[in-house]
């Protein structure tokens, strides 16, 4: 599907938030608004439309997206497209180098894990799951699965090929996959992180699982959080 870049020539001033020439200093000044680097992590599985995107991120209001949006176009992170017809709706997509931050944001991830402050109870989107399990993946036992699984969270699917390699995540129509997950990104979460049993998220009516439960089983092994250091 080709999309139609829409181009804007207004520019506002570059501002600069420090006058330190580190490349985390730049780093800062790029994502580091609140909600900017968000942003980033909603758009990493593909394009979004700017309801799409304030409904993930909850507690945005209108005015703030759009300015971040602005800004993180300004400076190459995104870019605004039209999808062909009959959609033809504006979207907003990472540029390749936007795409190239996704692992930075997985170290980070990775590090602010480890702090007694993770809550893993809080609110979550989907996108912020499936990047969750490509960054917390063991790809020691991932080989173990070689299988696709699909994930049904809202109205939000996904297609998760696992094998010795890791996780690869699209999204797509999880009816291709040998094991389906229905859920929520919480509760789905909930399973994941929270070490709650599969039966009991059955029971409660907030996940069914479709295709191999051994398969499903195995799956949910694969992510154990790291120790937590530090205090809280």
């Not at 799409?52 to 507690?59: C, D, F, Q, W």
């Not at 809550?119 to 063991?138: G, Q």
């Not at 094991?179 to 994941?192: C, G, K, L």
Request: proline share 6%.
């Amino acid at each position: 599907m080709e999309l139609e870049k829409i181009t804007n020539p207004e520019k506002k001033t570059e501002k600069r938030w420090y006058d330190d020439a580190c490349g985390t200093a730049l780093a800062m000044e790029l994502v580091g608004e609140r909600w900017s680097l968000l942003i980033v992590r909603e758009l990493m599985f593909g394009p979004r439309r700017f309801g799409e995107l304030r409904k993930a991120l909850t507690g945005i209001s209108a005015n703030v997206l759009t300015q971040r949006l602005e800004g993180l176009e300004e400076v190459g992170i995104l870019t605004r497209e039209k999808l062909p017809p009959p959609a033809s709706v504006q979207v907003y997509a990472l540029t390749p180098w936007g795409y190239k931050s996704e692992d930075a944001i997985q170290e980070l991830g990775r590090w602010a894990v480890q702090s007694p402050r993770h809550d893993t109870t809080l609110p979550l989107s989907a996108a912020s799951l499936m990047l969750s399990f490509r960054t917390m993946i063991d790809r020691s036992r991932s080989g173990l699965v070689n299988r696709t699984l699909g994930f049904q969270l809202g109205d939000e699917g996904f297609l998760a090929l696992v094998d010795e390699a890791g996780i690869a995540i699209r999204r797509g129509d999880p009816a291709e996959a040998d094991t389906i997950f229905i859920s929520d990104p919480v509760s789905m979460a909930s399973v994941i992180y929270g070490g709650r049993p599969i039966t009991d998220a059955e029971d409660a009516g907030v996940l069914t699982i479709t295709g191999s439960r051994v398969l499903a089983r195995l799956f949910v092994t694969l992510f154990p959080l790291p120790p937590k250091i530090g205090s809280a």
